[in-house]
């Protein structure tokens, strides 16, 4: 090298070469923007947090709390996935946030640390940080996750489980021994609405609302008008929001824009995508019958469970649930039916593998991590693209990879090539014909969300079959009676216990 270009190429050059400050920026900026886009990382907003690649980060730049640093690696997490690479920054940095990322890519954690480094440590101030979830399943899983990751702080994580219980623990008169709250809406709803109001939400300082495009569903059997209650009672001025969900709604998206404070939108990869880790097939079953007949045909093969199967309502639920047991697979129902005893243990029997296939309705399609579910069934082809990202999202989760089948007859063309693209873009092949089909307009997607397909009964199992297992079932009954009385007789006065 010359002398000459030596000098020229010191960095205190003035001429018109880029003054060194600027350039290490550009330089930053580049690589910040490389990491992005290997990690499908989308960002809008202003003065952007960047992202972060490893979990020590959190220590070192952030001071995160070093027993959740030894939680988080005493779970095994090695790095982050690409939402918490962003969103964890963001939210540390005070930041409102609107967050979309795939099925099982770890949002819970995304808010979690977050949510856990902001409160610091416990506090007698009345809850501080409040997550709110659509299903009372999905609030449990997501504090038993606050719950682990807290560990050996001592951090008091509440959940709502009996209304006028809780009155009496958070109410006015209750010390304010209390840090998180997570819960579904409907219970909250309650306390807040009493005189004078049983819990009090004036000191939340992040709220977070997991599976936000659900909870902002309107109409009879939407949450918005109660999400609005709870928004409005957290009157702190210095509380801070942050919506997630895998999918992406665009009024919730407006809604944000308009009462967020400088919020800043991440995507990750393309929204509104089924994940990629789920090996998704179209079956043709031609009608309502060929549907028990495909199932029987996956049982005769043999499988490998955990296997959810999901239907369109509380009443096929029961009918295929009725039609099942007598396949001599272990096979169980959930739904919102049930007593919150049985959805317990059922969520718990399957998770502990004692049920191998479990039939449910969308209330389990929203959050719900069970770990390694090996194949959804779509029984009943989804009311529209969104339920069907949600309902396969319960497999391949965590980069463990799925399958998912979906059953489709005749009646069900009019939503088959939305979800065939889906199913496309995830990279899995679809029936070509498809592509012919009409696209649907916007206008009779949300009717068939509204007012599904009327479906044919589910019942082929012959007669004799079901009058044997009804004469069964009227045997032990009576059997089982008899044997209260028998007991009601003898016993002296023992107390039984409830349920
Ligand atoms: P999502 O809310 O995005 O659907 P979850 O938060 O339920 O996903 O997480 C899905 C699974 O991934 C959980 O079992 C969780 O323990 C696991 N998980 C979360 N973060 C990580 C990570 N950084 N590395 C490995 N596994 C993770
Ligand atoms: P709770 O029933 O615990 O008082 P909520 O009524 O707020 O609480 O809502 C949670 C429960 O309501 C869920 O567990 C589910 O059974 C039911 N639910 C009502 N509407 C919906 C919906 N749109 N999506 C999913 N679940 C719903
Ligand atoms: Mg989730």
Same mark, same amino acid.
């Given at each position: ?427 899995? %092949?679809?029936?070509?014909?498809? +592509?012919?089909?009409? =696209?649907?307009?916007?206008? !009779? *997607?949300? #009717?068939?969300?509204? @007012? ?9 199992? %012959?007669?004799?079959?079901?009058? +044997?297992?009804?004469? =069964?079932?009227?045997?032990? !009954? *009576?059997? #089982?009676?008899?044997? @209260? ?15």
């Amino acid at each position: 090298m010359s002398a000459l270009e030596g000098k020229l190429s010191t960095p205190k050059n003035q001429g018109n070469k880029e003054p060194t400050a600027e350039k290490v920026e550009r330089v930053r900026r580049e690589k910040v923007n490389h990491f992005r886009n290997k990690h499908k990382i989308y960002i809008q907003g202003t003065d952007l947090p960047e992202p972060m690649a490893t979990f020590e980060q959190l220590g070192e730049e952030y001071k995160v709390h070093p027993k959740i640093m030894q939680n988080i690696e005493a779970a095994g997490f090695q790095t982050p996935t690409p939402i918490q690479m962003q969103a964890i920054p963001v939210m540390l940095h005070g930041r409102e946030l609107l967050a979309c990322a795939p099925t099982g890519s770890g949002k819970t954690l995304a808010f979690g640390i977050p949510v856990l480094a902001h409160l610091k440590q416990p506090m007698n101030k009345g809850f501080r940080a409040l997550i709110i979830s659509p299903t009372r399943e999905l609030a449990g899983q997501t504090h038993r996750e606050l719950v682990k990751l807290s560990e050996g702080i001592g951090f008091r994580i509440h959940m709502i489980h009996k209304a006028a219980e809780a009155a009496k623990k958070f109410g006015p008169k209750s010390s304010q021994k209390f840090d998180i709250l997570v819960s579904t809406p409907n219970r909250l709803i309650y306390l807040l609405k009493q005189d004078p109001p049983a819990i009090d939400l004036t000191r939340v300082e992040w709220l977070v609302v997991d599976e936000s495009d659900k909870l902002f569903e309107d109409g009879k059997t939407g949450f918005r008008d109660q999400l609005a209650t709870i928004f409005l009672a957290c009157t702190s001025h210095v509380v801070k929001r942050a919506m997630f969900s895998a999918t992406f709604a665009h009024d919730v998206e407006q809604w944000c824009k308009l009462n967020l404070d400088n919020i800043i939108s991440v995507s990750i990869g393309a929204r509104n995508a089924a994940a990629e880790t789920v090996e998704q097939e179209l079956l043709f079953v031609g009608s309502e019958t060929g549907k028990l007949l495909a199932m029987r045909d996956l049982v005769k093969k043999g499988f490998t469970p955990p296997v959810l199967v999901f239907v369109q309502s509380i009443e096929r639920a029961k009918e295929l649930f009725h039609e099942l047991i007598y396949e001599g697979i272990n096979v169980d129902v959930i739904h919102a039916d049930r007593t919150q005893q049985q959805r317990d243990n059922v969520v718990h029997s399957f998770r502990a593998g004692k049920i191998w296939v479990l039939i449910c309705t969308a209330l389990l399609a929203r959050g719900i991590d069970f770990k390694g579910v090996k194949m959804v069934i779509n029984f009943d082809f989804p009311s529209s693209a969104v339920e069907y990202i949600h309902r396969i999202g319960r497999t391949g989760r965590a980069g463990l990879t799925g399958k998912a089948i979906t059953f489709f007859t005749e009646d069900d063309k009019p939503l088959l090539r939305s979800i065939a693209s889906l199913i496309q873009r995830a990279g899995c %092949p679809v029936p070509g014909y498809i +592509k012919h089909f009409r =696209k649907l307009q916007s206008k !009779q *997607k949300k #009717k068939l969300i509204k @007012k599904p397909l009327e479906r044919e009964h589910i019942l082929t199992s %012959p007669q004799f079959l079901r009058a +044997k297992a009804k004469k =069964k079932k009227r045997i032990s !009954q *009576k059997v #089982k009676k008899n044997a @209260k009385e028998d007991k009601a007789n003898n016993s002296q006065a023992q107390t039984a216990p409830e349920n």
